[in-house]
């Protein structure tokens, strides 16, 4: 027998399994920062290249640190042509976080550099994941619906050129503004899943690569990155409902989840969802779509009531619900919505990696190898008996 752990805790709530120096989230007050900096903070007045940067580093960027890092984003955005040639042998259904997923060992195979594990290589490589991964969301769009793979748009940053090489359109300033508002917001927190499954694969020594493909594996589920597309979904079930409310409490009745609402770790409303809210009310202003604005409302107004009558008083929106309204007024299409959330995740995933990597944080690297309690078959110390194929019944 393996022994018993002296705790256990299924999940890992509350268990602290590593330091960082990257992020941090208050649960019980509603509060995100990176390296120090409060959300807020950083979504009025940063841009997600400048956020990236003090991500990966250990603060703000000079002017001059800025635009190289910038360039250097620019400069690496159009995707081998291996990897565009292997992206139209897909199936055309194929969904777009597998598609993600599958491309990222392609990355890693057409990298010159991927057996230089020194920190100025891991950088290099992360910049070309931050702005890769945005670019494989785009080709797989356009490649998936038949249209006319296009070249990056030097001119533009990182969240205008993904929405232009989404359509084609160069966006208006306000909403590439918004979308890298956005991006800055879901950039990085803390331990969450797909963070963890990116820290814990390179723990092993597994490059960058191995962990960033096992991120995005954990971010398409829908309690993760996944709810925003579940949330746009809801909403547009919901678009003729006349009793939101009803609709609501049979929902809770049947056992199910509202999708967006919840957190494992804020006790409160999610910082990152007051922002995207405000974001969807002004957006739905200026395009004329309020309907979605008045909807999400009417649904976490009654979902709060709800589960509130239930005992459940800590269940309040999280980032992934005001982001779905926001995205689908951007044009952005239902089953993009999660990736688009990698798209800002990299950055945060890559940091944390660095970080793992070169034992940044806790002084030197560890293997992460939690126990676990055996409650299976046991016949005792010599074992069970083997029985051979034949003789069993
Ligand atoms: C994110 C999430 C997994 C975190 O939850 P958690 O801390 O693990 O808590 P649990 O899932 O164990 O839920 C605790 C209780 O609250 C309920 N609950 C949690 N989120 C809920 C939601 N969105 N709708 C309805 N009930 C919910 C659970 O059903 C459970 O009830 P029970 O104790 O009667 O079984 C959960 O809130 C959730 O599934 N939310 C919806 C998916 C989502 O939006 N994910 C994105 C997160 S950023």
Known sequence: MTGTSPAKNIGLRGVTVADTKISDVDG???ILIYRGYKIEELARNSTFEETAYLLLNDSLPTEGQLQEFS?????????????????????AKAQPMDVLQATIPMLAMSDPDLTDESREANIDKAIK???????????????????????????????????????GDVPDQETARDL???????????????TFACRE??????????????????????????????????????EKEQDIHGWVRKQLDGGQKIMGMGHAVYKTTDPRAKFLKEMCLRLGRKLGQEQWYRLSTQVEKAAIEELE??????????????????????????????????????????????????????GKPALYRPSSEYIGNYCGKSGCVYTPVSQRT
């Open 71 to 91: 360039g250097k984003l620019v400069a690496a955005r159009a995707l081998p042509e291996i990897i565009l040639e292997a992206m139209k042998r897909l199936p």
């Open 309 to 362: 009558r239930r005992g459940k008083t800590t269940i309040k929106p999280n980032v992934d619900f005001f982001s779905a309204p926001v995205y689908h007024m951007m044009g952005i299409p239902n089953d993009l919505m999660t990736p688009v959330f990698a798209i800002a995740r990299i950055a945060g995933w890559t940091a944390h990696i660095i970080e793992e990597k070169f034992g940044d944080a806790q």
């Open 28 to 30: 019980e007050h509603g």
């Open 201 to 238: 694969v390179v723990s092993t020594r597994a490059h960058i690569y191995a962990g960033v493909a096992a991120g995005v594996g954990a971010l398409s589920g829908s309690l993760h990155g996944g709810a925003n597309a579940q949330v746009m979904q809801m909403l547009l079930q919901l």
């Open 180 to 194: 890298d508002t956005a991006l800055i917001l879901h950039a990085d927190h803390s331990f969450n899943a797909s």
């Open 129 to 167: 994941l931050i702005t890769r991964v945005a670019s494989v969301v785009t080709a797989w769009h356009r490649i998936r619906n038949n249209q006319a793979l296009l070249s990056p748009d030097t001119g533009l940053n990182h969240a205008g050129n993904f929405l232009k090489q989404l359509s």
